[in-house]
C-alpha cells in the first residue's frame, strides 16, 4: 500500500483527457496522416482508418487504460502483476517500453524539423522563395551535422524538463495549457484553407471515396497509421492508465482520447489538402508537402506570415505532447523496476534517446551508409516501430486480456467495481477476445506476404 502512496496521479478529470489526448495527437495526426492520407487514395484511405478505428482503436485504448489502472504499474510491471505468476507475458511490456523508446529516438528527430521550420517562419525565412528553393534549403539543412541536432537536443531537453516535474505538475498542468492552444490553431488554419479558391476539391480528395482504390497495401497502411496516431502497443496508455483515478470512468475516457485523436487527423486533412489543391500541389507529396509546399502556399495568401508561423507552432505542440508520453513510458519503467529517482530516469532516458536519435538523423544525409534492412536508420525504426512492434504489441495485449485476465476482473474494472452502468463493456469485451486477435492477425500476415 505504501508504493500506491507515493504514486503520483492526474488530479482532475479535464487533466486526464488533455495528457491522454495530448499523447495520442501528435506529428501522426498533423504530419503523418495527411501523408498517408494523400499516398492511399484519400477518401478510401479515410473510410477504412475510420472503421479500424471504431472497430478495433476505441476498444483498444480502453483495454490499454484498464491494463495500467488496474495495475498501478507501468507496462513491465502492469503484465507481471496481472499474470497471475504466469511467466513471459511481461516480454509485452518489454516491447512496449523498447518500442516507445525506438519511436522517441526518430520521432524527435522531425520535432528538431519543426522547431527549426518555427524559426525560419519567425525570420520570414520563406518570403518570396519558390518550393524549389524552399526545398533545397530544407535538404541542405538535413544534410548539416549540427543544426539539426541542435533543435533535436532542444526538443529533447524541453520534453525532460516536463517529465522530470512529475504528472499533475508537469504532464498534466502542461497538457492543459497546449491542448487547447492546439485546437484554436487548428480552428484558425481550417477556417483560412477552406476560404482558398478551389478548395472544394481538396474536400472531394478527403471525403469522397473511391472504393476501388481500397486494396491490402491501403489495409496495411490504415492499421499502421491508427496504432501509431492512437499511440497503441507502444506502452503509453498503459502508463497513462496506471495514472487515472479508480473513480474515473473508462470507457468515457477512452471514447474521448479516440474520438479528439481521430478529429484531430481529419481536421489537418482539411487544412492541408483543399491548400495543396487550390494551389495544384499533389496529394501524395507526402512529408515535403508540411515542410517545403505548405510554407510556400502559405506566403502566397493574405497573412500568409502568420499561418506559416501557426501551423509549426501546431506542429512543435502536437509533436511535444506526444514525446511526452513517449519518455513517460521510458521514465516510469526506470523508476519502478530500477528503483531510479525521477530525476535520474529522465536523464538517463532522454540521453540514450538523443544518442539514437543522431544516429537516425546523420542516416538521412545523402552520403550516409548508417541503414536498418537496407533502410536509413530513420525510416528502419518508423517501419519496424509502425508495421511491427507496435501491431505485435496490440495484438499480444488484446490476447492477454480477452484470455488470460479472468472476464469479472475485466468487467469489474470497466464499471469501477459495478459502480458504472457501462453497457459497453460486454461489446468491448467480445471485441477484445475474438474481433481484434483476429482482424490484426489477418493483416499482419497480409503485410509480410505483401
Not at 476482473?409 to 464499471?415: I, Q
Request: contains cysteine; positive net charge; charged residues 15%.
Amino acid at each position: 500500500m505504501a508504493e500506491k502512496k507515493k504514486r503520483d496521479h492526474f488530479g482532475s478529470k479535464i487533466g486526464i483527457i488533455a495528457a491522454a489526448v495530448g499523447s495520442a495527437v501528435g506529428l501522426g495526426n498533423i504530419y503523418r496522416f495527411p501523408c498517408m492520407a494523400g499516398e492511399n487514395g484519400g477518401g478510401a484511405f479515410l473510410i477504412v482508418y475510420l472503421g479500424i478505428v471504431l472497430a478495433l482503436g476505441l476498444p483498444m485504448i480502453a483495454s490499454e487504460f484498464m491494463i495500467g489502472r488496474r495495475a498501478q504499474k507501468n507496462p513491465v510491471g502492469a503484465f507481471k502483476a496481472l499474470a497471475s505468476g504466469a511467466k513471459g507475458w511481461s516480454i509485452i511490456g518489454y516491447t512496449g517500453v523498447l518500442c516507445g523508446f525506438l519511436i522517441l529516438a526518430f520521432y524527435t528527430t522531425v520535432a528538431g524539423w519543426t522547431l527549426e521550420s518555427v524559426y525560419k517562419s519567425v525570420i520570414n525565412y520563406y518570403h518570396g522563395k519558390d518550393l524549389a528553393t524552399i526545398e533545397q534549403g530544407f535538404n541542405d539543412s538535413i544534410n548539416l551535422t549540427f543544426r539539426p541536432l541542435l533543435w533535436q537536443a532542444v526538443f529533447i531537453f524541453i520534453s525532460a524538463f516536463v517529465i522530470a516535474k512529475g504528472i499533475s505538475k508537469g504532464i498534466e498542468k502542461y497538457s492543459k495549457i497546449l491542448m487547447p492552444t492546439l485546437t484554436v490553431i487548428l480552428i484558425i488554419l481550417c477556417v483560412k484553407s477552406l476560404m482558398l479558391p478551389g478548395a472544394f476539391e481538396g474536400l472531394k480528395f478527403l471525403f469522397k471515396p473511391d472504393f476501388s482504390k481500397i486494396n491490402d497495401q491501403v489495409l496495411i497502411s490504415a492499421l499502421g497509421q491508427a496504432f501509431f496516431s492512437m499511440s497503441l502497443g507502444m506502452g503509453a496508455l498503459i502508463t497513462y492508465g496506471s495514472y487515472i483515478s479508480k473513480e474515473d470512468n473508462l470507457v468515457t475516457t477512452s471514447l474521448t482520447v479516440g474520438l479528439s485523436d481521430t478529429f484531430v487527423a481529419i481536421l489537418a486533412g482539411i487544412i492541408i489538402f483543399p491548400a495543396a489543391f487550390s494551389f495544384g500541389i499533389q496529394p501524395e507529396a507526402g512529408p515535403s508537402l508540411a515542410f517545403n509546399t505548405l510554407p510556400m502556399l502559405f506566403n502566397q495568401m493574405k497573412g500568409g506570415y502568420l499561418f506559416c508561423l501557426l501551423f509549426f507552432i501546431l506542429l512543435v505542440i502536437a509533436a511535444w505532447t506526444s514525446a511526452l508520453s513517449l519518455l513517460e513510458v521510458i521514465v516510469s519503467y526506470l523508476i519502478e523496476e530500477l528503483k531510479l529517482s525521477r530525476r535520474k530516469a529522465t536523464i538517463y532516458s532522454s540521453a540514450g534517446a538523443f544518442i539514437i536519435s543522431i544516429l537516425a538523423a546523420l542516416s538521412l544525409h545523402n552520403d550516409s551508409s548508417l541503414t536498418i534492412f537496407g533502410l536509413t536508420i530513420f525510416d528502419g525504426l518508423d517501419k519496424i516501430t509502425s508495421m511491427v512492434m507496435m501491431t505485435l504489441g496490440g495484438l499480444f495485449t488484446v490476447i492477454f486480456l480477452g484470455w488470460k485476465v479472468k472476464r469479472q476482473d475485466f468487467e469489474n474494472e470497466f464499471t469501477n467495481g459495478g459502480t458504472v452502468n457501462m453497457r459497453l463493456r460486454k461489446i468491448f469485451y467480445y471485441i477484445i477476445k475474438f474481433i481484434a486477435p483476429a482482424a490484426i492477425a489477418v493483416i499482419m500476415v497480409s503485410q509480410f506476404i505483401i
